[in-house]
Structure formats: structure tokens, C-alpha cells
């Protein structure tokens, strides 16, 4: 399953609340989302803990408009909207974690 | 996709009653999955178990109390309703609190049933 | 492969529909179809006629009415939300059309894959 | 005491709007005045003349008119918030005007508290 | 000075904020942030401690709406909206934590 | 109050740009406030202080960007600009990522400082 995320990992608890539940499968991070990949971030332990047993991608774009593409986090994939899209179709279903 | 297909449905509460409409709304995409015959499961994780608090009182904010909507649930058939077990004891609930039967589930089984589910809608 | 798409915020105040539409370009420049995009909740105030954001900046409503045009793709908005939010035929763009839940229904029936993207 | 209300959502989706509306009811009830009331981001979707919610559901937009009628109270609606997001007079309700963010500043400059309601 | 939260302490970080910076006042919680002030939450060991140089407040009709008013916290006082209002005019200003 | 009165606003900015539109309408609302010859202050603290961090590129989200506009604040007499020193640290920044000079401040000075104020605007 492919798990989407759109919140900053230090304003909400969506990407917390999608951690503990799922335990295999991809995670997307998108808008806000994507500063939870960047390195110095408080939720960088977290992300690389669920790292172990998830695959971890990040939207370039939300990326780059944040000023943060220099500083991803190594094994999270960058990806762009067709891959976004790709991903979308690789995984039998998915999720917005709104 | 051929006449009469059933998907399993499952819809994800995650926000609290009242102070936005996510909750409201998404009880009226329910009960039209249910009236298309669909396999529909509802969840409650983080605040939304609150949307399942007893006693919910709204004259004093003006606002139409839905809460006896859940209760009216189990006419439209839908009665898959499940509740993680951490997200309510973080929220000082317990089963007893609830307006409806519900089953408690740890949040590993909880990511286990929303792997077999076809289209899930979080609100 | 078949995609339906949920929205459920309106335009400018949250990025959601901008993601929305990003993904429907790049999924019909792939040659995947777009079944539905359906709008709920605030989502339903994308299609607002009146709409006229400044000049240096885009225009959401437009963009999604000339995508439905290009590529065909049915954009429907919610009657119930679009009523509590003052959006009904008299100001509705062009490309979106007004009707039930049961278009949502039956977007997550129909299509292969359903996306949401919201708050 | 002179208040001054900014509301930054608009109705049904928050409850920004209902709680600054009982707030408004209990200061004009204890004899305060409210000089204004600003409505910005989603907030002007307050203002629009087509709402229609159910009949068993408050009427947010109607509401706002009545007080202001009964109080005069000032309802303004930021123009270019608006804009961005499909408010005109065409679909002004009655009780609105659509004005500058200077009265927003005037507010908070010539109350003696400014209150925020959004999301 | 007022500070006014609206959002639950579970779901987003304005409560932890408002704690963080603030040293005195008093502080209101509104909408979804009554929550905080019930027993069993678990922001409830953070409030308590802000209890020690705050003082708190929780709208008696949100915490109607949400069937929680027979669980308020000891300690928080409950009001309603002339209590609101009161509240905003007895300080000499207010913020909203949105 | 009377004509040219001056009072204390503070614009408090916690959100990240481009997620939503606070940050972009908040700066509009800074800019007429500047042009009413009020003492304004910026914060940025939590998530706020991303509105500041070099480098935005917004092309690939066809979105404005209106992080230069942050560098011509100066032009308008805004020169009170604040960053929480805590949220700066947890989100792996420092002085040298951000577009603007700013006053770096503890969590205790900010809150001191938002005491002294007369309007306070969240965004």
C-alpha cells in the first residue's frame, strides 16, 4: 500500500500516525510533508527508524519550491509528478493521510 | 468494472467532531457506499474516536448534533466499525464511552485490514 | 489505468488542489485516464466562476476547466457541500457540473486507483 | 470596550466562523461595541449570497447579515482574498462590503482588542 | 496576556507552542483544544505542569458539544462565551495560536 | 484613539510556505500595516521559519514565488524580524540558510517580547 502524507511532521501527527500503524509498503511525502525527509529535522530519527521496513519517497518539486532538495535525507527517493503517478499505479491501493 | 462489483471501502476518521466538518461530511459519503451495496468498514484513529463520545451536547455552539447518526449505522447495514485501541487509551476513553458497538483493534492489525481494502477515504 | 481523484479543499488556501492538478497532468501525459475528479467539502469552491486571482499568479478554476476540456475528464462538485458554500449553476465555471455523492461512489467503483488530496 | 473581530476560514469547514459569531453575540450582549468584523483568506467565503445549508443547520451567511443589521456591525471582506476566490458584489450577501486590508489595520489600531478566529 | 488555542493538542502543535514561549498569562482553549483539559488525554501531565505558572480556562459549550464537561482537568475553569468575552477584556491582549 | 497613533503589531508566522496561503496573505497584510506607520514585528517560529530558508524554486508547483519578497521588507521600513532560536535548531537551520537578516531569540525572550505588544496576528 502506498501511504501519502501531506503534513509538516512537527506541525501535525499525521506521518506519527501512519508510522504506527503501518508496518510494510511505501511512504510519499508531499507539500509540507516533504520537510520530514530533510536532514536536522526533528522527525529525522523517526523517518529513518521506519526507513528499515518502508520505502520512503519525497516529491522534488515540493522540494525544490521549499528550498530544500540540497539536504534529503540519503535513501529517500526524489521523485516528480510522473513518478508520484507511477507509484500510484505500482501499489495495488493507497492513502491520503489527511 | 462490471455491474454489481462490490469494493471493500474503508473510510478513515482522524479528526474530531465540531471544529471542522470533515466528520459530518464524511458520514453523508458513507451512508450513499453503503446505498451502492459496497463493502464499507469505518475507522477511528487519533481524535476521531471522539466523533463516537457519548453525551455530545450542542446547543450552546449552535450546531446540529450528528453523533445519533452512528447510532443509526447499523440500519444501513454498515457494521464493520473499528477503533484503535492506542488512539482511544491516549484520549482517556475506553469501549464503555461509546455511542455503538465497536471492535478494538492494536494498531498492527489496524495497518493489516487497511492493506486489503480497495479504495480508502480519509476524512 | 483508470484514476479517480478526490479534492478536498478549496483553491489558493491550501496546495491541494494544485497537487491535484499536477498529478492529473502527469497522469494523462502518461496515457493514463482520468475518470473523475470530484470535489468535496471547501474542494467544491474550485469551480467558483467568479474567480479572478492577480494577473502573476494562476488561475485554478480556469486550469482545471480547460484540462476537462482537452482530455475529457468529468469534473463533478458536490451538490450538498456546493450548497452549504454558495456555489450553484448560477456561478459554476465552465467544465464543472453539479451532483450527488454517488458520483464519488461510483468513481471509487469504476476506476483502478482513488487519490485524495486535502488538509 | 471596542473589539475587532478577523475571521480566517470560511463557514461549514471550521467552526472559526461560529465560535467568532457567539463571541460577537456575548460582547455586543455585555454592552461592547463591535467595531468591525474583517473577514480574509477563506474567511470571505462567509460573505457569499448563495449559501443554501440544510433547512435543520444554522445559516452562517444569514446570521452574519442579521447581527450586523441589528448591531450595526461592520462586515468587511477583504477585496483581494476575495477575488482570489470567487467573492463579488454579484454574490455579496446582504450585510457585506468588500474593502482593502487598511480596514483591517484601521480596526486594530482604533479597537481596543483584536480577536482571531481561523483554523 | 490571552492566549487562545482552538486546536486539539494531539492532532497539531499549537498548545506545545503556546507553552514553549509563554512564561505567564493566561490561556483559553476553544473548539477542538478543550480536549487538552480532560482527564485521560494525554496533553494532560503538560497542562498540569503549565497550570503551576498559567491559568487556564476551557469554553463550557465546546466542551458540551464534545461530551467532555464532566471530565474537565481540576485546576482549569470552565466559561462560556460573556466568559470568553470577559476574559479578552480583562487582559491587555490576546493572541490566537492558529 | 486619536489620528497618527501608533501601536505595536506583531505578525506571528508558524506555518510553512506554499502547504497553504497564510504565509503569502500574511505578508500582505504586513505590507499595508507598514503603510499605516505602525511599529510592525515579525515572528517566525515553528514551522514559520521555512517562509525564510534561501533557495525556494517554484517552477515545478506553477505556484508564485514570493520568497523575494521577504528581502524587500527592508524597503518598507520593516526591520523587526524575529526567529525563535528552538524551531530554527529542530528543523536543521541556521542564520547562514535564511534570505533576511533576523534577531535569533530564545523561546523565553519571545515570549517577553509578544507580552509588549498590542496586536498580535497569527498566520
Request: hydrophobic share 40%; charged share 25%; proline share 2%.
Amino acid at each position: 500500500m502506498l501511504h501519502i502524507i501531506n503534513k509538516s511532521p512537527q506541525e501535525r501527527n499525521s506521518l506519527d500516525s501512519c508510522l504506527r500503524v503501518t508496518q510494510s509498503g511505501a511512504v510519499l511525502l508531499i507539500e509540507d510533508a516533504v520537510y520530514a525527509a530533510t536532514r536536522g529535522n526533528a522527525a529525522e530519527a523517526k523517518l529513518r527508524e521506519a526507513m528499515g521496513s518502508l520505502k520512503v519517497y519525497a516529491l522534488g518539486p515540493d522540494l525544490d519550491a521549499r528550498g530544500m532538495s540540497d539536504r534529503l535525507i540519503d535513501g529517500v527517493t526524489a521523485v516528480d509528478y510522473a513518478g508520484f503517478v507511477d507509484l500510484v499505479a505500482e501499489h495495488p491501493n493507497c492513502q491520503s493521510w489527511l | 468494472m462490471s455491474e454489481g462489483a462490490i469494493k471493500k471501502f474503508m473510510f478513515v476518521n482522524r479528526k474530531a467532531p465540531y471544529g471542522t466538518v470533515y466528520a459530518l461530511e464524511a458520514l453523508e459519503t458513507v451512508l450513499i457506499t453503503a446505498a451502492f451495496d459496497q463493502d464499507v468498514s469505518l475507522v477511528f484513529m487519533d481524535d476521531g474516536v471522539f466523533q463516537l463520545k457519548k453525551g455530545q451536547q450542542t446547543k450552546g455552539i449552535e450546531t446540529k448534533n450528528f453523533s445519533p447518526t452512528y447510532r443509526a449505522l447499523d440500519g444501513y447495514d454498515i457494521e464493520k466499525l473499528y477503533v484503535e485501541q492506542e488512539s482511544m487509551e491516549a484520549r482517556g476513553l475506553t469501549e464503555d464511552d461509546l455511542l455503538v458497538d465497536v471492535t478494538v483493534m492494536s494498531r498492527a492489525d489496524m495497518g493489516k485490514l487497511m492493506e486489503e481494502m480497495d479504495v480508502v477515504l480519509s476524512c | 489505468m483508470k484514476f479517480a481523484i478526490l479534492i478536498n479543499e478549496g483553491p489558493y488556501q491550501h496546495q491541494a488542489s494544485d497537487s491535484a492538478y499536477l498529478f492529473c497532468k502527469a497522469a494523462l501525459a502518461k496515457g493514463h485516464e482520468i475518470r473523475r475528479v470530484f470535489f468535496y467539502h471547501d474542494g467544491v469552491n474550485n469551480s467558483s466562476a467568479l474567480t479572478e486571482p492577480p494577473q502573476d499568479d494562476r488561475n485554478i478554476v480556469v486550469r482545471w476547466g480547460k484540462l476537462a476540456e482537452e482530455h475529457k475528464v468529468d469534473l463533478v462538485v458536490c451538490v450538498a457541500a456546493a450548497l452549504r458554500r454558495g456555489i450553484k449553476d448560477d456561478n459554476l465555471a465552465a467544465g464543472f457540473r453539479i451532483s450527488g455523492l454517488g458520483q464519488l461512489v461510483e468513481a471509487g467503483i469504476e476506476a483502478d486507483r482513488l487519490v485524495t488530496f486535502g488538509d
